[in-house]
């Protein structure tokens, strides 16, 4: 498996400053968040019918489940989700640097958090001192409540975390290679995620499969969003390894269950050169990934990378171990051709 190789090793105070206040918001807030709204949930038990309405159809209620449904939902989603995109986000970024992507994912977690945590909530409130929870109000009102609270605290997030400036990455022309007239060479590798991302993402997928389970057992409510969400997670680890290779046809890289692939022809390629990549500064994670400045990437951990500039000023972007090999080969290849 390729192992991550780290940019920069020490980080400055501002950079230590940003991830400081990375973690505030999305799992120190979140956790408080959380506790607040299970508090209240667990105080207002006695008052709730004993089955309560998970799910509406528009104005009514049209599933149920068990009044603990909503804390044990809210301690899951509203503290888990935020807590895996924290232990995918973090570790990612210490090494990096922390970059607009990285602080806007910040907000992105507190306000999901808080969406969360605020919408369960509501409707637990909502459904105090009824008899029937077939009786509960619509729903609609409390979901706005909780999405405009959202949005705040997204808003404060993204201003409480410090503007950082990275440096410009390191970049190597891929020197050619010398060929001899009518040699031929083909240059491989494999590219693969490091432990730790695979972890999460596993779990991830685990968490929203369960959720998906644990609602449609208990409550009987559709939870046809989460298998869905699920579904999408599983196909998006599949692309968590690829093979690249170069040859006289150009750049391609495809993913080791051949689900996706991605070409530069020869014909398309203008240089080669060797970058080094910041995974969660510069592309905002891993997989396959777009970036400003018409980047486009299979960026599966941070380190050096192959980097392809096309017909058209696009870029395509690979990390990848050997990549100066992989460079000065197409170099060659371009030069031949």
């Given at each position: 498996?390729?192992?991550?190789?780290?940019?920069?090793?020490?980080?400055?105070?501002?950079?230590?400053?940003?991830?400081?206040?990375?973690?505030?918001?999305?799992?120190?807030?979140?956790?408080?968040?959380?506790?607040?709204?299970?508090?209240?949930?667990?105080?207002?038990?006695?008052?709730l019918?004993?089955?309560?309405?998970?799910?509406?159809?528009?104005?009514?209620?049209?599933?149920?489940?068990?009044?603990?449904?909503?804390?044990?939902?809210?301690?899951?989603?509203?503290?888990?989700?935020?807590?895996?995109?924290?232990?995918?986000?973090?570790?990612?970024?210490?090494?990096?640097?922390?970059?607009?992507?990285?602080?806007?994912?910040?907000?992105?977690?507190?306000?999901?958090?808080?969406?969360?945590?605020v919408?369960?909530?509501?409707?637990?409130?909502?459904?105090?001192?009824?008899?029937?929870?077939?009786?509960?109000?619509?729903?609609?009102?409390?979901?706005?409540?909780?999405?405009?609270?959202?949005?705040?605290?997204?808003?404060?997030?993204?201003f409480?975390?410090?503007?950082?400036?990275?440096?410009?990455?390191?970049?190597?022309?891929?020197a050619?290679?010398?060929?001899?007239?009518?040699?031929?060479?083909?240059?491989v590798?494999?590219?693969?995620?490091?432990?730790?991302?695979?972890?999460?993402?596993?779990?991830?997928?685990?968490?929203?499969?369960?959720?998906?389970?644990?609602?449609?057992?208990?409550?009987?409510?559709?939870?046809?969003?989460?298998?869905?969400?699920?579904?999408?997670?599983?196909?998006?680890a599949?692309?968590?390894?690829?093979?690249?290779?170069?040859?006289?046809?150009?750049?391609?890289?495809?993913?080791?269950?051949?689900?996706?692939?991605?070409?530069?022809?020869?014909?398309?390629?203008?240089?080669?050169?060797?970058?080094?990549?910041r995974?969660?500064?510069?592309?905002?994670?891993?997989?396959?990934?777009?970036?400003?400045?018409?980047?486009?990437?299979?960026?599966?951990?941070?380190?050096?990378?192959?980097?392809?500039?096309?017909?058209?000023?696009?870029?395509?972007?690979?990390?990848?171990?050997?990549?100066?090999?992989?460079?000065?080969?197409?170099?060659?290849?371009?030069?031949?051709?």
């Amino acid at each position: 498996m390729t192992t991550p190789q780290a940019i920069r090793p020490e980080m400055s105070a501002s950079m230590r400053r940003a991830r400081s206040r990375l973690l505030v918001v999305t799992i120190a807030v979140p956790a408080v968040l959380v506790a607040v709204a299970v508090a209240l949930q667990l105080t207002w038990l006695p008052e709730l019918p004993e089955i309560v309405a998970t799910h509406w159809s528009g104005s009514e209620p049209d599933a149920f489940g068990p009044a603990w449904t909503y804390p044990a939902l809210t301690v899951a989603i509203g503290l888990g989700v935020p807590a895996l995109l924290a232990a995918v986000t973090v570790p990612q970024a210490a090494p990096d640097g922390f970059g607009t992507i990285t602080r806007l994912l910040g907000a992105l977690m507190l306000g999901l958090a808080t969406l969360i945590t605020v919408s369960m909530t509501w409707a637990v409130a909502m459904q105090r001192g009824l008899d029937d929870a077939a009786d509960a109000t619509g729903i609609g009102l409390p979901l706005l409540a909780a999405a405009a609270a959202g949005v705040v605290a997204g808003v404060v997030a993204w201003f409480v975390q410090p503007a950082t400036e990275l440096p410009e990455p390191e970049v190597e022309p891929g020197a050619p290679i010398e060929l001899e007239p009518g040699e031929r060479a083909v240059w491989v590798r494999t590219t693969t995620v490091a432990t730790p991302a695979l972890v999460a993402i596993i779990a991830a997928i685990v968490l929203v499969v369960g959720l998906a389970a644990i609602l449609g057992v208990t409550s009987g409510a559709r939870t046809w969003a989460l298998w869905i969400a699920a579904g999408a997670m599983a196909l998006a680890a599949t692309t968590l390894a690829f093979r690249v290779r170069v040859d006289a046809t150009g750049v391609t890289a495809r993913s080791l269950l051949g689900l996706l692939r991605f070409r530069v022809p020869i014909e398309q390629v203008r240089r080669a050169e060797v970058v080094q990549v910041r995974a969660m500064a510069e592309f905002g994670g891993i997989g396959v990934r777009l970036a400003p400045q018409g980047r486009f990437g299979i960026v599966l951990h941070s380190g050096t990378a192959l980097q392809v500039h096309r017909e058209g000023g696009r870029i395509f972007t690979v990390t990848v171990e050997d990549a100066a090999t992989a460079a000065g080969l197409l170099s060659a290849l371009q030069r031949a051709r």
